[in-house]
Nanobody
Framework: QVQLVESGGGSVQSGGSLTLSCVGS????????MGWFRQAPGKEREGVAA???????TYAVSVKGRFTISQDNAKNAVYLQMNSLRPEDTGMYYC??????????????????WGQGTQVTVSS
């Protein structure tokens, strides 16, 4: 059974930084592609960043240059360093295995093994 636990969210002012963590069990990160997703109030969930088992990364256009995804296979963990945060980055952030679209600009497909998420709030 896949289990994912996200942490590291919080409230920051515009321009601030946060680092999110996701630790998984029930599967091996190094066997595929992992992604970060987010959902703002009243909006659909969207892909933010992804990393494959070779460490190759892709990003949604809206976060490229500001966010960095990384992984630690020994810890079965994936991270999202978020810099220069903007109010539009506010939302619940989730990690999940990506089955399709790993090399796209955020068009990631996952079959929905969601964790509880971690809330990010950016004030102007």
């Amino acid at each position: 059974q896949v289990q994912l636990v996200e942490s590291g969210g919080g409230s920051v002012q515009s321009g601030g930084s946060l680092t999110l963590s996701c630790v998984g069990s029930g599967f091996t990160y190094s066997s595929g592609c992992m992604g970060w997703f987010r959902q703002a109030p009243g909006k659909e969930r969207e892909g933010v960043a992804a990393i494959d088992n070779y460490g190759r990364t892709t990003y949604a256009v809206s976060v490229k240059g500001r966010f960095t995804i990384s992984q630690d296979n020994a810890k079965n963990a994936v991270y999202l360093q978020m810099n220069s945060l903007r109010p539009e980055d506010t939302g619940m952030y989730y990690c999940a295995p990506v089955q399709e679209g790993c090399y796209s600009d955020g068009d990631y497909y996952t079959d929905g093994d969601w964790g509880q998420g971690t809330q990010v709030t950016v004030s102007s």
